[in-house]
T-cell receptor, first 117, second 110 residues
Framework: GAVVSQHPSRVICKSGTSVKIECRSLDFQATTMFWYRQFPKQSLMLMATSNEGSKATYEQGVEKDKFLINHASLTLSTLTVTSAHPEDSSFYIC?????????????FGSGTQLSVL | TQLLEQSPQFLSIQEGENLTVYCNSSSVFSSLQWYRQEPGEGPVLLVTVVTGGEVKKLKRLTFQFGDARKDSSLHITAAQPGDTGLYLCAGGGTGNQFYFGTGTSLTVIP
């Protein structure tokens, strides 16, 4: 089955540093990737929708300069948390919608737990 | 923006009991999905419902899609501790987005 690889799975960083999270589709071309943020025992909040080769569409309230998304190829999207602060600590998950797969199916990464000290 | 409201938000029951989780929206969806998520992992797809009024069964889990395709329910019969997790409904937005419901955290006590 389709696999989406997300790295790193866990990162601890100092306040003020930037952190990059990668999301790769391993055996299919992902025309659309989604980035979500999740707090403990809460649902996944959509942050942005990323289409290959174009700018990401951010949800209301998500700072595009804070959370930089790049989807430069059909197999890779990255989320960079710039100048991270403790309130950015969260679980971040990517998902990919693949070309040729059912439009209603998504493949998920395993998530990245970000802790900002 | 979350278009899908789930209830209850938290549920703690004894092993063997039955339960129902609801997913409601004011929007019409072409399909809805139900996922289950363990802590620290990505969501795992349980089922996709497409047709209004559709009922799908997955062992002890029964999923129903409302006739108007605005709501869905998940019923678990004889819950087991292994059913513990976060249950999420999800569907596509008006654009290219994909939204999750507000979530239901289920704890089944042995």
């Amino acid at each position: 089955g389709a696999v989406v690889s997300q790295h790193p799975s866990r990162v601890i960083c100092k306040s003020g540093t930037s952190v990059k999270i990668e999301c790769r589709s391993l055996d299919f071309q992902a025309t659309t990737m989604f980035w979500y943020r999740q707090f403990p025992k809460q649902s996944l909040m959509l942050m942005a929708t990323s289409n290959e080769g174009s700018k990401a569409t951010y949800e209301q309230g998500v700072e595009k300069d804070k959370f930089l998304i790049n989807h430069a190829s059909l197999t890779l999207s990255t989320l960079t948390v710039t100048s991270a602060h403790p309130e950015d600590s969260s679980f971040y998950i990517c998902s990919a919608r693949g070309w040729g797969h059912s439009l209603e199916k998504l493949f998920f990464g395993s998530g990245t737990q970000l802790s900002v000290l | 923006t979350q278009l899908l409201e789930q209830s209850p938000q938290f549920l703690s029951i004894q092993e063997g009991e039955n339960l129902t989780v609801y997913c409601n929206s004011s929007s019409v969806f072409s399909s809805l999905q139900w996922y289950r998520q363990e802590p620290g992992e990505g969501p795992v797809l349980l089922v996709t419902v497409v047709t209004g009024g559709e009922v799908k069964k997955l062992k002890r889990l029964t999923f129903q899609f409302g006739d108007a395709r605005k709501d869905s329910s998940l019923h678990i019969t004889a819950a087991q501790p292994g059913d513990t997790g976060l249950y999420l409904c999800a569907g596509g937005g008006t654009g290219n987005q994909f939204y999750f419901g507000t979530g239901t955290s289920l704890t089944v006590i042995p």
